[in-house]
DNA sequence: CCCTCCTGCTATTTCGTAATAGCACCGCGT
DNA sequence: ACGCGGTGCTATTACGAAATAGCAGGAGGG
């Protein structure tokens, strides 16, 4: 099969010329639009039959111009994509965009240029926005500025974050995870189980998604009749004090935000000879360990990231489309509640 | 703060109209081109004020119907690129692949829109090519068919392939690993170990990569005074008789090419009473099982994912850069040598 | 005082495709 | 014979950016 040695792509042009036809004739029969204009067969066999000649295929610049669309939606990232260390975070979520940018025919912009030296990303670089080469864009991450958010919600460019996402004054599209309704359950499936006293142990600093979580585990603690007992820190402020006066008061099940501690608590439990979960129950809330997966996984919440990564995708898209009746532009799913394994009845007594 | 409402991303025509200048002018000022078109620097500051209050950003697909560059690298898989199943195998390339992009300050199209109902996707689908929008991609996995890489070489698109790929009559730019030379290394090594008997099965198809394997080995061979043995089979293929038989004849050692073959070879010495590697030294030659991690991971080459991935794209960006002059089109990288998990001294007497 | 040269911009064309406006031609009715 | 409507095309324009041609206006020289 002798490949045609053109040194370029042909045109429409081209076709027309060795088809006899004109331009306009030679899009009518590609674009099937047979209704609005009429192209006898005979022309239209003539015309399929340079196309199949000169091997002709569209230029999907040229189609993109007209229709003031490139098909690109954007993935920006407020740190690298593909890091080894977050691929575990990141991943499942890039899944789902891919997944959902395949069945509706768009292509995907990764926004790899707006790193600093600093490694992180922003997206407003130099003044400039370089997301706008994109329909609209996902944005993924934790460690933005609320500000860049605001900016481009002002300016109109159509965006969906992945994780709940409130900045004061714009009203930005998201979808995230329901962690106070699960952790709320969570509590309740934890009482049923036989504890009184459940602790919850938070990330020092705050974000939507772990004020949720807190939430949650209080009104579970309303509905439980147990009385809540919350406690901010960084894993670093974890002591070997605290963790006695936790365990002399008697709690016998903790919620955790943060694997890091989550780590810190076995450890001191091992020491006082303490089993997990036959004598204390500990849930993560995330995962955010950055070391290797530990023997036993945690019992955690399961957040929908492929869900979530499909959702923003299909939302983005909706947006796009119809920017001036938007749908309902906050999306909130569902999390699998936590295996057993790090969960276990109450201690009957200790 | 009046909001600028944009439901439309600005054009030059509509910063000209801001600046009070033509468009032409936004042109030259934005393209930095003050050589051939003279713009004074009030005329350059005014354009500049403009750009800067409607965020303008150039439309990509203008730009590449015109020729120009959009700092964009297309990434185009014959596969999806984050399936689970094949994450191993792709994911360590985006990553080197991603590394470098955002070293050169470029950013990614991952071109998702092209793939078919079966899974498939080619590079002219559904008539039109997408690739152009990118200034030049990275094409990664194995292409059903030739013929889609020499047109888009015909056509004069800089691309690189990831793996070595032949097409007759075109000149195809590819990034390799030098599966040859270490395979010949190898066979060298397990001479030095006492091994006179070394078999090679190899995959029913045939790559360019697998012949490099296949020839490596029989060089290697030479070099070590070891006559060379080779079956190519599919896994299904080897039966226990084909293993008693290689057994009786006194292969001390196994060169496979498949992952999936030497789990069953392993299966078969197990059912025979013989230890890998005591009695039998295998050598995975490409790790391609699909199943789950052995407990003990296989004697294999090092594939040097990463940097080949950030070696294609240094590769593309130059022929980008210089289409006339071009570099070395050809790279080789090396792999690295096996752990010695699975290879063994050859036993003394069976 | 007029002509030339230079400067700094504007006007126009180009890329490939799609949509719309418009134009020849045919057959039919009167 | 003349008009009328329908058919099957062609001609033209627009999309956004960039390159090129060209044009006003001022400076300078003769």
Same mark, same amino acid.
């Given at each position: ?58 230029? %999907? +610049?040229?189609?993109?111009?007209? @229709?003031? &669309? ?9 740190? !690298? #994509? ?126 939507? %998604? +772990?004020?949720?979580?807190?939430? @949650?585990? &209080? ?9 809540? !007992? #919350? ?120």
């Amino acid at each position: 099969m002798p490949v045609p040695q053109r040194r370029q792509a042909p045109t429409q042009a081209d076709v027309a010329r060795v088809a006899g036809v004109s331009q306009g004739a030679v899009s009518a029969v590609i674009g099937g639009r047979a209704g609005q204009q009429r192209i006898t067969a005979e022309t239209a066999r003539r015309v399929l039959d340079a196309v199949q000649e000169l091997g002709y295929v569209a230029n %999907a +610049s040229a189609r993109s111009l007209k @229709g003031k &669309r490139n098909r690109l939606l954007g993935v920006h990232t407020f740190e !690298s #994509v593909f890091p080894i260390s977050r691929m575990d975070f990141y991943h499942e979520f890039l899944i789902g965009i891919e997944e959902e940018a395949v069945a509706e025919g768009y292509d995907l912009v990764l926004f790899t240029s707006t790193e600093e030296t600093n490694g992180q990303r922003q997206v407003y670089r130099g003044g400039s926005n370089r997301l706008n080469i994109a329909d609209g864009s996902v944005l993924l991450g934790i460690a933005s500025d609320n500000s860049d958010l605001a900016r481009l919600a002002a300016e109109g460019y159509p965006f969906v974050h992945v994780g709940r996402r409130d900045v004061p004054g714009a009203d930005i599209a998201w979808v995230g995870a329901d962690y106070g309704t699960t952790t709320a359950e969570l509590v309740g499936h934890l009482a049923a189980l036989g504890h009184r006293n459940i602790g919850y142990v938070g990330d020092a600093e705050r974000y939507e %998604a +772990s004020g949720d979580r807190e939430s @949650g585990y &209080r009104a579970g603690c309303g509905a439980a009749g147990v009385t809540p !007992s #919350v406690l901010f820190t960084r894993p670093e402020g974890l002591t070997t004090e605290w963790f006695d006066g936790v365990i002399g008061s008697g709690v016998t099940a903790l919620m955790m935000e943060n694997e890091d501690a989550a780590m810190r608590v076995a450890g001191f439990a091992h020491s006082r000879g303490l089993a997990i979960p036959q004598d204390l129950s500990i849930v993560v809330l995330i995962k955010t360990f950055s070391g290797p997966t530990p023997d036993r996984p945690w019992s955690t919440l399961g957040i929908p990231r492929n869900d979530m990564g499909r959702s923003a995708v299909r939302l983005l898209i909706e947006m796009i489309d119809a920017p001036d009746s938007p749908p309902d532009r906050h999306i909130l799913l569902s999390c699998t509640a936590p295996e057993n394994s790090t969960i276990a009845a109450a201690p009957t007594s200790r």
